[in-house]
């Protein structure tokens, strides 16, 4: 069996890359960046430089087709944004081989935090109360609310624009082309999760705290946790769209009890690590119901850990030491020693690109495939 993984310059990618590799797949990934992770590793068999999904949509298709064709590939695996354009044009590319992503219509469902916030109010776990903003006069009106209120626009990533007081708000500028939502805030322990969805069904699980994290922003340490109610609501969300493809949440448990969904992502997330070796593959595959053990281990990104020893203060430092010392990598192993120059030559074209189109850091990570509910012109 063959896998075509796109958006390899995710860690993601790379967890998919020697899960599949591990299991006897053949594995070969694609990116519109030069120095994807995923490029340095053992794992993959080739790896492709494709046009920007975003600026070139006609070239990145055309590009995964003929890389499906001439090396007779059985499975496309999107792990990031580039998911929402494989979307758009899934007749083509099912023609040529399976593609583990769903409809367009479906993750749009998903991925826009309002339309999001409207699937999930019927389901057994709450949502904040949530406002869409259509102007400027509907932020205005939030500034003198009794009620706190987290402002987001329908399409984010890594909490980037996110505001979390009123004096932020007089940045909003929400309007047709970037509308935002403002959800009530809602304080407790944070939750994070992953899942793998076929027709309607979840096949694989995993839950996890975000221990820490760059500020409000992506976590690097994941603590696993089992929390019954989040893999429920995540099989009901499922069942409610006939879902396939991959699922991951936010939540926000109260000290009462009360567990509240915030928003959804449906790509590859850090929830991935978690899953045990084969719990990822063995859903493409005929014996996936036989599930798996996990050593139940925390996993990180070392680098980020070692960078910021000193995060929760000196009081703190044994704890971010034992810590450290019980977590497995998610980016360097021993039987991979490629993987860190390849990272490293693809945080500086990420440096490189946030300085020549004056972006920040983590918007030029993701500038050529991010999609933000721009027209995609329907193609059967």
């Known amino acids: 069996m063959r896998v075509l993984i796109t958006g390899s310059r995710s860690y993601a990618a790379l967890e998919m890359a020697r899960r599949f590799k591990e299991a006897g797949w053949d594995v070969y990934t694609a990116d519109s960046v030069r120095f994807p992770v995923c490029r340095g590793s053992g794992a993959v068999t080739q790896s492709f430089l494709l046009?920007?999904?975003?600026?070139?949509?006609?070239?990145?298709?055309?590009?995964?087709?003929?890389?499906?064709?001439?090396?007779?590939?059985?499975?496309?695996?999107?792990?990031?944004?580039?998911?929402f354009y494989i979307a758009s044009r899934l007749g083509p590319l099912?023609?040529?081989?399976?593609?583990?992503?769903?409809?367009?219509?479906?993750?749009?469902?998903?991925?826009?935090?309002?339309?999001?916030?409207?699937?999930?109010?019927?389901?057994?776990?709450?949502?904040?109360?949530?406002?869409?903003?259509?102007s400027q006069e509907d932020v205005e009106r939030l500034e003198g609310s009794e009620k706190?209120?987290?402002?987001?626009?329908?399409?984010?990533?890594?909490?980037?624009?996110?505001?979390?007081?009123?004096?932020?708000?007089r940045d909003v500028r929400s309007g047709k082309d970037d509308l935002w939502i403002a959800q009530e805030y809602v304080q407790g322990a944070e939750y994070c999760s992953y899942h793998l969805a076929v027709e309607g069904e979840i096949r694989a699980h995993a839950c996890y705290q975000p221990v820490y994290r760059w500020g409000r922003a992506s976590g690097y340490y994941f603590q696993p946790v089992e929390k019954p109610a989040i893999a429920r609501f995540a099989e009901e969300i499922a069942r409610k769209l006939r879902f396939t493809g991959h699922l991951a949440f936010d939540f926000i448990e109260t000290s009462s009890g009360a567990m509240y969904v915030l928003e959804c992502n449906p790509r590859a997330t850090s929830g991935i690590h978690l899953l045990s070796p084969g719990e990822l593959t063995r859903p493409f595959s005929s014996g996936w119901r036989d599930a798996p053990r996990r050593d139940g281990r925390p996993k990180m990104i070392g680098y980020a850990m070692l960078l910021r020893p000193l995060d929760r203060g000196i009081r703190g430092l044994r704890r971010w030491a034992a810590d450290f010392a019980r977590a497995e990598d998610v980016l360097f192993d021993p039987r991979d020693p490629w993987v860190p120059l390849y990272h490293l030559f693809s945080l500086l074209e990420t440096v490189r690109v946030s300085l020549s189109r004056g972006v920040g850091f983590k918007e030029a990570a993701t500038a050529d495939i991010e999609w933000d509910g721009e027209e995609i012109e329907p193609c059967g």
């Open 148 to 169: 706190r209120y987290v402002l987001k626009p329908v399409y984010g990533r890594f909490a980037a624009r996110n505001r979390f007081g009123s004096g932020d708000f």
């Open 51 to 83: 046009p920007s999904p975003r600026r070139d949509l006609r070239g990145f298709v055309d590009g995964l087709i003929r890389i499906i064709q001439r090396y007779r590939i059985d499975l496309l695996m999107p792990s990031s944004e580039e998911i």
């Open 94 to 134: 099912r023609n040529h081989c399976r593609v583990y992503c769903d409809a367009l219509e479906k993750l749009v469902r998903l991925h826009n935090k309002w339309e999001f916030s409207r699937l999930a109010a019927g389901c057994r776990v709450q949502t904040p109360a949530t406002i869409l903003l259509t």
